[in-house]
Every structure is written in C-alpha cells, then in structure tokens.
C-alpha cells in the first residue's frame, strides 16, 4: 500500500517537473502555459480523491466458483431510506486441490432473503471456529433457470431476484495426514 503511495506520488513529481520544462523553455503563450498549470492541477485533485475511494471498496465482479470464506457482513435493506441491501464476503479463490491461493478479497452480492439466510449461517459457523469453503450455485430462487441464461451478473427480465446467483458453504475437512507408527528403542 505505501509503495503504491510513493509511486503515484513520484509520478506527479515527474509530471509536474515535465510541465515546469514546458513552461520555462517553450515560446508557447502564457494563456496555453497557465490552462496546462490548470488542467494538471485538476487532474492531481481527481485522480488523488479516486484513489482514496477506491481503497478497500468491495468488488461487485463475479465471485470465484470455488473459494474459502474468511468472514460475512450482512446489511439489510432499509425502506425507511430507501437503501438497498447487501451481502459483503471476504473469500480466497481455491484452487484444483480446493487450497486457498491468493490474497483475501471482499465481494458485495445481491441481497435477497435466501441468500442473507446462507449468509447469516455462514457467519455464526465462523464464528464457532470452522472454516468453510463455499461455491457458487444458480437458479436457486428458479429452478427452471439454468446453462448459460442463468449468468450471474446478466440483468434478466422479471423478478430481480430471478438468475441471480447464490451460494452454498461446506466445512473444510480435516487434512489427511499419514498414519503414524511407533518406533521401539532399540
């Protein structure tokens, strides 16, 4: 993170010093001087708020098919503000051997009651200490919606809930470890 910092940085102290060489050694007018100040003054305002808006954001991409889930946080819809609800889950992606690879990322999913149920359970399961790995489900809501018209982030006519996607969590099994054998003094 504070490498990313110091390089964004470092790039508006060498964008800067291109335009102060642009300023001193061109015979371009001072109006078209003072608008490139202007213009690149604005872009560092922009540019440095985007930054910061972003950090720590949840992802709305797809979630991986398979992934391990490190922690839920549910929000409910509020009527009264007229806020729409969210689910928001911190996941690894597994691989092949269903190990976790990768750094944890959060995703923010459709809220619906199915799906807050799931979640809710997830988090109190998490919170008695299992670990739980999770995959994608679809068509949960519409059993008839299936193959390729049920993509995960399509809208579809209907219902907003139709086609959306789901998701079911099992609880990692213990590793296998080899049998253990006694060894006599000899």
């Given at each position: 993170?504070?490498?990313?910092?110091?390089?964004?940085?470092?790039?508006?102290?060498?964008?800067?010093?291109?335009?102060?060489?642009?300023?001193?050694?061109?015979?371009?007018?001072?109006?078209?001087?003072?608008?490139?100040?202007?213009?690149?003054?604005?872009?560092?305002?922009?540019?440095?708020?985007?930054?910061?808006?972003?950090?720590g954001w949840?992802?709305?991409?797809?979630?991986?098919?398979?992934?391990?889930?490190?922690?839920?946080?549910?929000?409910?819809?509020?009527?009264?503000?007229?806020?729409?609800?969210?689910?928001?889950?911190?996941?690894?992606?597994?691989?092949?051997?269903?190990?976790?690879?990768?750094?944890?990322?959060?995703?923010?999913?459709?809220?619906?009651?199915?799906?807050?149920?799931?979640?809710?359970?997830?988090?109190?399961?998490?919170?008695?200490?299992?670990q739980l790995?999770?995959?994608?489900?679809?068509?949960?809501?519409?059993?008839?919606?299936?193959?390729?018209?049920?993509?995960?982030?399509?809208?579809?006519?209907?219902?907003p809930e139709?086609?959306?996607?789901?998701?079911?969590?099992?609880?990692?099994?213990?590793?296998?470890?080899?049998?253990?054998?006694?060894?006599?003094?000899?």
């Amino acid at each position: 993170m504070i490498e990313e910092r110091l390089l964004l940085t470092l790039a508006y102290v060498i964008t800067s010093a291109l335009l102060l060489l642009f300023c001193f050694y061109t015979s371009f007018s001072k109006k078209i001087k003072l608008s490139g100040v202007v213009a690149l003054t604005v872009f560092y305002i922009f540019s440095w708020q985007g930054y910061l808006g972003i950090l720590g954001w949840p992802t709305s991409e797809e979630l991986p098919e398979k992934f391990n889930i490190n922690w839920v946080v549910i929000e409910e819809p509020n009527k009264v503000l007229n806020q729409e609800g969210g689910l928001f889950l911190w996941v690894r992606e597994l691989n092949d051997a269903d190990k976790p690879i990768g750094d944890p990322r959060a995703y923010k999913l459709f809220w619906n009651i199915e799906n807050q149920k799931k979640a809710q359970d997830a988090l109190h399961r998490i919170k008695e200490g299992e670990q739980l790995n999770g995959r994608k489900s679809y068509g949960v809501l519409n059993k008839d919606n299936e193959g390729k018209k049920s993509n995960a982030y399509e809208v579809q006519e209907g219902e907003p809930e139709l086609g959306r996607p789901s998701f079911e969590f099992v609880e990692v099994p213990s590793p296998d470890l080899p049998p253990k054998t006694l060894i006599m003094d000899q």
